[in-house]
T-cell receptor, first 110, second 114 residues
Framework: SQQGEEDPQALSIQEGENATMNCSYK?????LQWYRQNSGRGLVHLIL?????REKHSGRLRVTLDTSKKSSSLLITASRAADTASYFC??????????FGQGTRLTINP | EADIYQTPRYLVIGTGKKITLECSQTMGHDKMYWYQQDPGMELHLIHYSYGVNSTEKGDLSSESTVSRIRTEHFPLTLESARPSHTSQYLC?????????????FGDGTRLSIL
């Protein structure tokens, strides 16, 4: 079953601009996580937001969570070429495992 | 950076062969996972383990098997490889306790069955 669905599927912006990716899910969650995957590599955990939190920051990353709309967004500010990657949200469906979305492919153009 | 290791990174092999994909972690994590991911697509959980001698099947039906004899080691075996098994296989681990702690991933094994 697919829980998180990212939007857009692909995003291309200029270096220095902000990038926003969205994730929607279907059932109640305990937490929602965002991961980054560089080409040919495994996933790297970026940030975890709990269901009772609305916003969380980590460096240039800002994550919001709206449980009433069952959605989350990931904002990357002042993007860099090194931010080029696929970004996945993952939710737990209240269970002891994560379900990943299809990801957003982000390209930062120099 | 990663404390979870997968070998081999790439494997091209013929149909019918027995394959074992290795995964080891040095973090002492109780929970370990195997995912299958086609290029540019979502991850599908195929097996997971909550500790030694514990293994469970995931959401995606898989003809593979796993074992967890030691905390740090979680190998995946395909008894008879088929072209439909061609994919990338990612191993991950996380701390036990609580709901879904962050997972640490290896760099994957890209498997091609001829």
């Amino acid at each position: 079953s697919q829980q998180g669905e990212e939007d857009p599927q692909a995003l291309s912006i200029q270096e220095g601009e902000n990038a926003t990716m969205n994730c929607s899910y279907k059932t109640s969650i305990n937490n929602l996580q965002w991961y980054r995957q560089n080409s040919g590599r495994g996933l790297v955990h970026l940030i975890l937001i709990r269901s009772n939190e609305r916003e969380k920051h980590s460096g240039r990353l800002r994550v919001t969570l709206d449980t009433s709309k069952k959605s989350s967004s990931l904002l990357i500010t002042a993007s860099r070429a090194a931010d080029t990657a696929s970004y996945f949200c993952a939710t737990d469906e209240g269970a002891q495992k994560l379900v990943f979305g299809q990801g957003t492919r982000l390209t930062i153009n120099p | 950076e990663a404390d979870i290791y997968q070998t081999p990174r790439y494997l091209v092999i013929g149909t019918g062969k027995k394959i074992t994909l290795e995964c080891s972690q040095t973090m002492g994590h109780d929970k370990m996972y195997w995912y299958q991911q086609d290029p540019g697509m979502e991850l599908h959980l195929i097996h997971y383990s909550y500790g030694v001698n514990s293994t469970e099947k995931g959401d995606l039906s898989s003809e593979s098997t796993v074992s967890r004899i030691r905390t740090e080691h979680f190998p995946l075996t395909l008894e008879s490889a088929r072209p439909s098994h061609t994919s990338q296989y990612l191993c991950a681990s996380s701390e036990g306790g609580g709901y879904n702690q962050p997972q640490h991933f290896g760099d994957g094994t890209r498997l091609s069955i001829l």
